[in-house]
């Protein structure tokens, strides 16, 4: 039985995934999601509460895709310095594809501000650990300058946090890396050792 709704829930979150990517958030009602997902609308209801949970659902898969995109791609770098470059490249990328894709973050954040928190907790635990990992890595091989591993690693990832809304609104990806690789540049020039 559990198998049998574990595959209902995974045909909602693939239809809700396609009519998301071509409505936007705003757009996408649950009468469409069940219409694509070949259901009755009192049928999602069993598997999901709201339309924000079968976004939540939905979400969570592209995050998972991300995060394996981001450790493949840390696995291929030798470097700290280029693990972090890695890293700012592959989550801003990352963003700004979900941002494209689901017609969401830039044009309503504001207006599903708690939505997009939830969404954005769930990658951030993630991201703290991940970044101090790159930095402790640094520290021991004696490339970066950092007094306090937790203080340096929370306030990367805020940075980019506060930086989001305004780098998702760029449309040009060679702007958006210039802006990438700048303040990249300003973060390495303070972290090492000198």
Known sequence: MAKINETGREEIVRAAQDIFSRYGFRKTTMEEIARAACRGKSSL????????????AVA?????????????????????QKKLRVYFMTRMSALSHLSRFYGFFADEYYENYR????????????????????????????????????????????????LEHSWLKERNVVALKKRIDNLLDIFLKGLLKK
């Open 60 to 80: 969570g898969r592209e995050i998972e895709k991300w995060r394996k995109k981001l450790r493949d791609a840390l696995g291929r770098e030798q470097t700290p």
């Open 45 to 56: 209801y069993y598997y999901f509460k709201s339309k924000d949970e079968v976004f939540q």
């Open 115 to 162: 939505l997009v928190e939830r969404l954005k907790a769930e990658i951030e635990g993630g991201e703290f650990i991940l970044v101090r990992e790159i930095l402790k890595e640094g520290k021991g091989k004696g490339v970066f300058n950092i007094r306090d591993l937790d203080a340096t690693a929370l306030n990367i990832v805020n940075v980019l946090r506060g």
